[in-house]
T-cell receptor
């Protein structure tokens, strides 16, 4: 069964707006990571948040983690057309080495 | 520094044929992973090499799939014989779990994937 489930599956916003994507997972984790995939390209690592962290920032990205609810959110502020891509959360389980378990992804479209 | 490279970028074969996908990880990365995304489904783990050893191959779907990493450098994933349900994008990723300072990094570096179409 899927470890990470993302919500929404698709999101369309105007340039300049904020985009929020949510991820839920099922088992205990070591860390949670967010990746981006532009159409036809590989996955690019955006940010990693450890299980003992609650919030992390990187540029226009803000990630939160709530281990009690087994959920995470990715906020992209002041979105740009270039942010159009699919975004995936992926978890590393406590006894899973460095194996990532991916969610289904959110397709984000930012309209200029 | 070169990233993870995969070859071929796209392969179209007929059911029953054999295909071999290749992945060249980032130089010096001991960890190499294969993932695949079947159309409309999530990205799923296939296996993990640490150098030339298979650390975890729990995600390999069946014995038609064979992965190797001789010498601990590049890796190949062979599908023989290919079936229709094998169609999808096969991603390779590499990582060096810890930085030179010993800090845990956790980041995987992905290639652009090999798209396999089985007709």
């Amino acid at each position: 069964s899927q470890q990470g489930e993302e919500d929404p599956q698709a999101l369309s916003i105007q340039e300049g707006e904020n985009a929020t994507m949510n991820c839920s997972y099922k088992t205990s984790i070591n860390n949670l990571q967010w990746y981006r995939q532009n159409s036809g390209r590989g996955l690019v690592h955006l940010i990693l948040i450890r299980s003992n962290e609650r919030e992390k920032h990187s540029g226009r990205l803000r990630v939160t983690l709530d281990t009690s609810k087994k959920s995470s959110s990715l906020l992209i502020t002041a979105s740009r057309a270039a942010d159009t891509a699919s975004y995936f959360c992926a978890t590393v389980g406590r006894n899973a080495g460095n194996m990532l378990t991916f969610g289904g992804g959110t397709r984000l479209m930012v309209k200029p | 520094e070169a990233g993870v490279t995969q070859f071929p970028s796209h392969s179209v074969i007929e059911k029953g044929q054999t295909v071999t996908l290749r992945c060249d990880p980032i130089s010096g990365h001991d960890n190499l992973y294969w993932y695949r995304r079947v159309m409309g489904k999530e990205i799923k783990f296939l296996l993990h090499f640490v150098k030339e050893s298979k650390q975890d191959e729990s995600g390999m779907p069946n014995n038609r799939f064979l992965a190797e990493r001789t010498g601990g450098t590049y890796s190949t994933l062979k599908v023989q014989p290919a079936e229709l349900e094998d169609s999808g994008v096969y991603f390779c990723a590499s990582s060096q779990e810890r930085s030179r300072q010993g800090a845990y990094t956790g980041e995987l570096f992905f290639g652009e994937g090999s798209r396999l179409t089985v007709l």
